[in-house]
């Protein structure tokens, strides 16, 4: 399985951005895509999860914020963001789990500044 995002750059506060993921190879054996982000000198974090069945799981930083949506037939999972804050700055990575095997994207880089 690869796992390629694109999306990232830069926002003012208040902003919006939209993250995509598309992913190939056996795509079958993914049950649930998402995404984590990894801040300078903080862990990687959990954003969002989406399951193939469409139950979906956020952060609680994230929530009412961001929606994370899943298109089964490409193979494709996007992260739309809004209200962007500063503390959204992040290096945004795009997880793809298959039993017990993790996937992982390139990472995007997402910055909020004035």
């Known amino acids: 399985v690869q796992l390629q995002a694109s999306g990232g750059g830069l926002v003012q506060p208040g902003g919006s951005l939209r993250l995509s993921c598309a992913a190939s190879?056996?795509?079958?054996?993914?049950?649930?895509m998402g995404w984590y982000r990894q801040a300078p000198g903080r862990q990687r974090e959990m954003v969002a999860h989406i399951f193939r069945s469409g139950i979906t799981t956020y952060a609680d930083s994230v929530k009412g914020r961001f929606t994370i949506s899943r298109d089964n037939a490409k193979n494709t999972v996007s992260l739309q963001m809004n209200s962007l804050e500063p503390e959204d700055t992040a290096v945004y990575y795009c997880?793809?789990?298959?039993?017990?095997?993790?996937?992982w994207g390139q990472g995007t880089q997402v910055t909020v500044s004035s």
């Open positions: 997880h793809g789990l298959a039993g017990i095997a993790n996937y």
């Open positions: 190879g056996s795509t079958f054996s993914i049950n649930r």
